[in-house]
């Protein structure tokens, strides 16, 4: 199996999924939802891994992270640095989100945002960048293969006996029907991919909807509850379940295991960052980016629709 995964990367590599550098006039503004300061060091530690060929610098939405690395501040460094050009790449999970109009807004690709999430910059001291060269938006993980690949790997160290056996993805998701769904069609082919990494004898997702009113949430963790069981009661073998998030915080060490207590589960609290794959994500974002002609704008057509869509 770990042949099949090395396979894979080096596929990955030739593929040219793992761009070349871009020019050195194009910086690249890393931006997460933010957490404690071991949270945040998962996302400072892939920052630091990122070599496009031009100035990289980091930033967050909320917690600690946001006061000291706000996205002005993050953007004017860039170009003092001697950026041209911004291309700010998302690392959340998904591009349907509250956090992702955020930053849709904080580059001025849109004009509003949904009051709480506005409230939520207000807070956090955080502004447009007054800057004067172009900031384009990436698309955050969504479907990336690179995303499959990590997740692949959590699995297969947590595993015994992968084709026997069953992997249940867990996430965070959103709040709203419509994003949801944006969600489970992006992370579907994900599953699939991680099933034909790592062979497991069953591969599903679930999300437990953590910000939606409590009613919704708790519909949402009885459903991934009962996947669980039925892939136990098929497997007769513990399941395995890895989350799908960003790094380790409360959602993780916390609520998933309170939410999934008393099932038979080998349950492995590795989040996605920090790994390498996800540093060559950000450089093929940064570069797919980076050469859209002007004027600046959003490539990914995503848009959320409420407020509270956390990627943790």
């Given at each position: ?8 990367v080096?596929?990955?590599v030739?593929s ?5 550098r871009?020019s ?11 957490g ?10 892939v920052a630091?891994?990122?070599?496009t060929?031009g100035?990289?610098?980091?930033s ?10 706000p ?11 001697g950026?041209k ?13 509250g956090?992702?109009d ?20 207000h ?22 293969p ?8 959590r699995?297969?160290?947590?595993a015994?006996e ?16 419509e ?17 034909s ?30 996947m ?19 790094s380790?915080?409360q959602?993780?060490?916390?609520k ?6 008393g099932?038979?589960?080998?349950y ?45």
């Amino acid at each position: 199996m770990k042949a099949l995964l090395s396979f894979v990367v080096a596929l990955v590599v030739g593929s040219g999924l793992i761009p070349a550098r871009v020019s050195a006039q194009v910086g690249t503004l890393v931006i997460a939802h933010g957490g404690g300061p071991e949270w945040d060091a998962q996302v400072r530690t892939v920052a630091a891994q990122v070599n496009t060929g031009g100035p990289v610098e980091v930033s967050f939405l909320m917690g600690p992270g946001a006061k000291t690395a706000p996205f002005q501040s993050a953007a004017k460094k860039l170009v003092d640095a001697g950026a041209k050009e911004i291309v700010v790449v998302p690392v959340l999970v998904s591009s349907h989100s509250g956090h992702y109009d955020q930053i849709r807004y904080l580059a001025g690709l849109i004009d509003s945002i949904d009051e709480t999430m506005m409230h939520h910059l207000h807070m956090g001291g955080i502004e447009r960048a007054a800057v004067n060269v172009p900031i384009r938006v990436a698309a955050a993980l969504d479907n990336a293969p690179e995303m499959a690949v990590v997740l692949a790997e959590r699995a297969r160290a947590a595993a015994a006996e992968p084709a026997s056996q069953a992997l249940f993805l867990i996430g965070h998701g959103s709040n709203s029907a419509e994003d949801h769904a944006a969600w489970m069609a992006n992370l579907r082919p994900v599953a699939d991919s991680v099933k034909s990494l790592t062979g497991f004898r069953s591969v599903l997702i679930g999300l437990v909807r953590d910000d939606a009113p409590a009613a919704v949430r708790a519909e949402a963790v009885r459903s991934a509850r009962e996947m669980i069981q039925l892939q136990a009661a098929v497997t007769g073998r513990d399941v395995v379940v890895i989350p799908i998030l960003i790094s380790r915080g409360q959602v993780s060490e916390q609520k998933i295991p309170a939410d999934l207590q008393g099932l038979p589960i080998r349950y492995a609290p590795v989040p996605l960052l920090p790994h390498p794959q996800i540093a060559r994500w950000i450089e093929k974002r940064v570069r797919d980016v980076s050469v859209a002609a002007t004027p600046a704008r959003d490539v990914s057509g995503a848009s959320g629709t409420g407020p509270g869509h956390s990627d943790h």
